[in-house]
């Protein structure tokens, strides 16, 4: 079974700085995909950034930008010029890209970050 | 953001009372979900369905039911409600293609007292 961790429950930035959130993930499957979903206070899951395994590329939107460390399993998450709007809950998540029925379906989520952002 | 509506957004309910959470999607898409959260809590897969008249339980057990005889209307319901059921209930679908995203709708908060 796939697990996703996230090793900080709570991160803040000064605003306008740069944060890096981490997230490590256990699978066996070479095909899969990542993602990085935001939670604010409004409590909607909003897509922050997905990231195909098989791209070597690092996905980039915007001031948002990942670290896709294939081999060690690694997934991070960087917010440059970090803005108040950024504070919300972070979460990482995995999905297989197998073709069996459930495999494909289940999105497997880390426990969060709730990143701070201090004016 | 995705045009995926649950109702009620907030519920406050009496134990052993029934309760459905309602969630529509207005993008045509044949695959939907529920997953549910706690406060703080990363969020389990209860529920999903991969188009009318097809439903599939998630890895986390739930005494939910889910029902989908429209494609865009996929409701969850608790016969009778207990304390247990307190949480957050997400609904959310995808297109049917390989990797494509998930879209969430807001929520709804379930408070069974």
């Known amino acids: 079974a796939q697990t996703v961790t996230q090793s900080q429950p709570e991160m803040s930035v000064q605003e306008a700085e740069t944060v890096t959130l981490s997230c490590t993930y256990d699978?066996?499957?070479?095909?899969?995909?990542l993602f990085w979903y935001k939670q604010p206070p409004s409590r909607q899951m909003i897509l922050v950034i997905r990231?195909?395994?098989?791209?070597?590329q690092n996905a980039t939107e915007n001031r948002f930008s990942v670290n896709f460390q294939k081999a060690a399993k690694s997934f991070s998450l960087k917010i440059s010029d970090s803005q108040l709007g950024d504070a919300a809950m972070y979460f990482c998540?995995?999905?297989?890209?197998?073709?069996?029925?459930?495999?494909?379906?289940?999105?497997?989520f880390g426990t969060g970050t709730r990143l701070t952002i201090i004016p | 953001e995705a045009d995926i509506y649950q109702t009620p957004r907030y519920l406050v309910i009496g134990t052993g009372k029934k309760i459905t959470l309602e969630c529509s999607q207005t993008?045509?898409?044949?695959?939907m979900y529920w997953y549910q959260q706690d406060p703080g809590m990363e969020l389990h897969l209860i529920h999903y369905?991969?188009?009318?008249?097809?439903?599939e339980k998630g890895d986390l057990s739930s005494e939910s039911t889910v029902s989908r005889i429209r494609t865009e209307h996929f409701p969850l319901t608790l016969e009778s409600a207990r304390p247990s059921h307190t949480s957050q209930y997400l609904c959310a679908s995808r297109v049917p293609l390989p990797g494509n995203t998930i879209y969430f709708g807001e929520g709804s908060w379930l408070t069974v007292v």
């Open positions: 699978t066996s499957e070479s095909d899969y995909y």
């Open positions: 998540a995995y999905r297989s890209g197998s073709m069996s029925n459930f495999g494909n379906e289940k999105l497997t």
């Open positions: 990231q195909e395994a098989y791209k070597q």
């Open positions: 993008m045509g898409h044949d695959k």
């Open positions: 369905s991969y188009g009318v008249n097809s439903t």
